[in-house]
């Protein structure tokens, strides 16, 4: 399994911006396809954007879609998340994760992810 550690959550105001970073290490970053979910107090992960390995194919929940961005950098191992316009309902823990190895495209269901991160907190102020 892959070992992942993500950055750069915080505290923002409403219509701010923020990103997130998840630097993977322990196999080949390139290797498989990517994904942010986020779990906010009492409610279940959700999926929130997805990234293929190659980084050519991203796919967004819809309650984020134009909002935010997924990216990744396989020459620095790194996975990021641009979040724009944030609102107070973004509030959550959000967690990288990653598909087996050779497994190219997202998905949008937890149980399609065999690696996590810890997870960062994000906090929308109104």
């Known amino acids: 399994q892959a070992q992942l550690v993500e950055s750069g959550g915080g505290l923002v105001q409403a219509g701010g911006s923020l990103r997130l970073s998840c630097a993977a290490s322990g196999r080949p970053f390139s290797s498989s396809a990517m994904g942010w979910f986020r779990q906010a107090p009492g409610k279940e992960r959700e999926f929130v954007a997805g990234?293929?390995?190659?980084?050519?194919?991203?796919n967004y929940a819809d309650s984020v879609k134009g909002r935010f961005t997924v990216s990744r950098d396989n020459a620095k191992n790194t996975l990021y998340l641009q979040m724009n316009s944030l609102k107070p309902e973004d509030t959550a823990v959000y967690y990288c994760?990653?598909?087996?190895?050779?497994?190219?495209?997202?998905?949008?269901?937890?149980?399609?992810?065999?690696?996590w991160g810890q997870g960062t907190q994000v906090t929308v102020s109104s």
């Open positions: 990234i293929s390995y190659s980084g050519g194919s991203t």
């Open positions: 994760a990653a598909r087996s190895v050779g497994v190219q495209y997202p998905t949008t269901a937890r149980y399609g992810y065999n690696s």
